[in-house]
């Protein structure tokens, strides 16, 4: 096989896209959310992989928790990675979670949300986090805090719910 032949295969392949996010608690063990002004409901501070500049997920939720709300935290183990299928606006997503860990109250007081793409932040309990996540994301994030109460390390998930 040719450069070319090659190069030609690989642009035949589906796109895939990653996303990285961090699951920061406070003391409490709530979980820290962000409401994005570009779509409807909350999500948790991170986004897309800049994998075209040799991003590793995990830099992609550290770079996007300091660009969104202010926080330089480096991401812990991984806590859970999900396959979401693509819809006819998206191709497929695989989605990383990091464990963000627990802060102190006063590392909450420094938060400053980037005002280009978020309305504000706020805790929320395990309990209400399916009242302000869409479905597939509280399964990621209930599944990621199981696996930190369980210490088992990473799940595998497809579409915010466990296989396996």
């Not at 202010?70 to 006819?88: F, K, N, Q, R």
């Not at 395990?126 to 599944?143: H, I, K, M, Q, S």
């Given at each position: 096989?040719?450069?070319?032949?090659?190069?030609?295969?690989?642009?035949s392949?589906?796109?895939?896209?990653?996303?990285?996010?961090?699951?920061?608690?406070?003391?409490?063990?709530?979980?820290?959310?962000?409401?994005?002004?570009?779509?409807?409901?909350?999500?948790?501070?991170?986004?897309?992989v800049?994998s075209?500049?040799?991003?590793?997920?995990?830099?992609?939720a550290?770079?996007?928790?300091?660009?969104?709300?202010?926080?330089?935290?480096?991401?812990?183990?991984?806590?859970?990675?999900?396959?979401?299928?693509?819809?006819?606006?998206?191709?497929?997503?695989?989605?990383?979670?990091?464990?963000?860990?627990?802060?102190?109250?006063?590392?909450?007081?420094?938060?400053?949300?980037?005002?280009?793409?978020?309305?504000?932040?706020?805790?929320?309990t395990?309990?209400?986090?399916?009242?302000?996540?869409?479905?597939?994301?509280?399964?990621?994030?209930?599944?990621?805090?199981?696996?930190?109460?369980?210490?088992?390390?990473?799940?595998?998930?497809?579409?915010?719910?466990?296989?396996?």
């Amino acid at each position: 096989m040719t450069t070319l032949d090659y190069a030609t295969y690989i642009a035949s392949l589906p796109r895939v896209l990653a996303g990285a996010a961090s699951v920061i608690r406070d003391r409490a063990g709530r979980v820290l959310l962000v409401e994005p002004n570009y779509r409807e409901g909350w999500a948790l501070p991170g986004g897309t992989v800049e994998s075209d500049d040799g991003e590793s997920p995990r830099q992609g939720a550290r770079r996007e928790t300091v660009e969104e709300i202010g926080l330089d935290i480096a991401p812990g183990g991984l806590l859970a990675v999900d396959w979401v299928p693509g819809t006819s606006a998206r191709p497929p997503l695989v989605a990383f979670l990091y464990d963000g860990g627990v802060l102190a109250d006063e590392r909450f007081e420094e938060i400053r949300i980037q005002e280009e793409e978020l309305l504000s932040w706020r805790l929320a309990t395990r309990e209400e986090l399916p009242a302000y996540l869409p479905a597939p994301l509280a399964g990621r994030v209930l599944a990621a805090l199981d696996a930190l109460d369980a210490g088992t390390g990473a799940v595998e998930l497809e579409n915010g719910r466990r296989i396996g």
